[in-house]
């Protein structure tokens, strides 16, 4: 099955600074690729997705970068605000419906003001 | 967006006894699934539940520890049976659904077994 691993674990930074986690994953067969945030004590909730045939996307202060020779791909967080601080988790997906997906470990930002 | 609903948000439980979580989505969805999150840890899938057949277990997770059941199209249960301490994670429904069609999570039934 396929395996996603994700770096940092943490991460720390200033306001205002960015923020970059990458991620890795296994199986050439994945397609979708979402990003996951998840706030202490709440549910993970959708900022950011790609698909294969896709090597950039942004929204707003987000981005997320794919090279699928390399199978990686990466969150890049722009002028970073308290508020960010958050775990985000990567994911990968295949099929035509991208039903299963597999998460990696996590990565705990820490925005400081 | 779809909108899940699961319940209990939080239990406490001796060891031994079974728990059924309960999940609720605000539209009919072919699959529902079934995700663990220990403290601290990512997200683990258990199981995908399809209405009218058996549910799908991943490697690791068996029917008699977590029976699921999908009676219709908008809900499905899971149940953490013979619990032990080592079951005390959070445990989360998730759909695809929504107008864009990602996936959502519900908030978690947070499971502490003594």
């Known amino acids: 099955g396929e395996n996603v691993e994700q770096h940092p674990s943490t991460l720390s930074v200033q306001e205002g600074d960015s923020a970059v986690i990458k991620c890795t994953y296994s199986?050439?067969?994945?397609?979708?690729f979402p990003w996951y945030k998840q706030e202490l004590g709440k549910r993970p909730q959708l900022i950011i997705d790609?698909?294969?045939?896709?090597g950039e996307k942004k929204d707003q202060r987000i981005a997320v970068t794919l090279n699928k020779t390399a199978k990686h791909f990466s969150l890049h967080i722009t002028e970073t605000q308290p508020e960010d601080s958050a775990v985000y988790f990567c994911?990968?997906?295949?099929?035509?419906?991208?039903?299963?997906?597999?998460f990696g470990s996590g990565t705990k930002l820490n925005v400081k003001p | 967006s779809a909108v899940i609903s699961q319940k209990p948000s939080r239990d406490i439980c001796q060891r031994g006894t079974s728990l059924t979580i309960q999940c609720q989505v605000d539209?009919?969805?072919?699959?529902m699934f079934w995700y663990r999150q220990q403290p601290g840890q990512s997200l683990t899938l258990i199981a995908t539940?399809?209405?009218?057949?058996?549910?799908?277990?991943e490697s690791g997770f068996v029917i008699d520890k977590f029976p699921i059941s999908r009676p219709n199209l908008t809900f499905s249960t899971l149940t953490v049976s013979n619990m032990s301490p080592e079951d005390s994670s959070i445990y989360l429904c998730?759909?695809?659904?929504?107008?864009?069609?990602?996936?959502?999570f519900g908030a978690g039934t947070r499971l502490s077994v003594l």
């Open positions: 994911a990968a997906s295949y099929g035509d419906n991208f039903n299963k997906f597999y």
């Open positions: 539209s009919q969805v072919t699959m």
């Open positions: 998730s759909v695809r659904g929504g107008a864009k069609n990602i996936q959502y």
């Open positions: 790609i698909r294969s045939n896709v």
């Open positions: 199986d050439s067969a994945s397609n979708y």
């Open positions: 539940a399809n209405q009218g057949s058996e549910a799908t277990y």
